[in-house]
T-cell receptor, first 111, second 114 residues
Framework: QKEVEQNSGPLSVPEGAIASLNCTYS??????FFWYRQYSGKSPELIMS????GDKEDGRFTAQLNKASQYVSLLIRDSQPSDSATYLC???????????FGSGTKLNVKP | DAGVIQSPRHEVTEMGQEVTLRCKPI?????LFWYRQTMMRGLELLIY????????DSGMPEDRFSAKMPNASFSTLKIQPSEPRDSAVYFC????????????FGPGTRLTVL
């Protein structure tokens, strides 16, 4: 079983819709959770971090964490074509900063 | 503020040659990470350092790979000898573990081994 699992997609949504990206992780002691956005040919860019159960909102982005069910999700409201990218979920479970990355979900936002 | 700096941005070399990739982390960050990304294997952690000390090198594929961090502002990843299967994008990332675990990535080095 992989440490972090994501649906590879592509996930296609129309412009203006809500895009929902999901991630599950295997280790219950995981502590910190991150979402990165990666445009084709570019490096991963941190967009959200979440450390405790519940929702965390930042602009059009909302991260949701449910430790009991071991999943973390990212909602993108009012999706724009510029949101088209691969979204990587990362999980940290120790005090040494080691991240476990999912394989990423490719999001296509259609005009 | 300057982000993570990597050089070179692109490297094309022939099989058997030595390749050295360089990274300057964000000033004040105390953790540094080397990743490799390919279409087939995704983003893989090769090695990471805390306070210039290697903590986990279990991701280094084989003895041809080595990494050093002689000081807080510089790290190298060396491949000797290089092979075509080493072709990938290599990313360096840094974080300040005293202020959270968020990692910030450099622009990457695209390595092609012919």
């Amino acid at each position: 079983q992989k440490e972090v699992e994501q649906n590879s997609g592509p996930l296609s949504v129309p412009e203006g819709a809500i895009a929902s990206l999901n991630c599950t992780y295997s280790d219950r002691v995981s502590q910190s959770f991150f979402w990165y956005r990666q445009y084709s040919g570019k490096s991963p860019e941190l967009i959200m971090s979440i450390y405790s159960n519940g929702d965390k909102e930042d602009g059009r982005f909302t991260a949701q964490l449910n430790k009991a069910s071991q999943y973390v999700s990212l909602l993108i409201r009012d999706s724009q074509p510029s949101d088209s990218a691969t979204y990587l979920c990362a999980v940290n479970r120790d005090n040494f900063n080691k991240f476990y990355f999912g394989s990423g979900t490719k999001l296509n936002v259609k005009p | 503020d300057a982000g993570v700096i990597q050089s070179p941005r692109h490297e094309v070399t022939e099989m058997g040659q030595e390749v050295t990739l360089r990274c300057k982390p964000i000033s004040g960050h105390n953790s540094l990470f080397w990743y490799r990304q390919t279409m087939m294997r995704g983003l893989e952690l090769l090695i990471y350092f805390n306070n210039n000390v290697p903590i986990d090198d279990s991701g280094m594929p084989e003895d041809r790979f080595s990494a050093k961090m002689p000081n807080a502002s510089f790290s190298t990843l060396k491949i000797q000898p290089s092979e075509p299967r080493d072709s990938a994008v290599y990313f360096c990332a840094s974080s300040d573990r005293d202020r959270g675990f968020e990692q910030f990535f450099g622009p990457g080095t695209r390595l092609t081994v012919l």
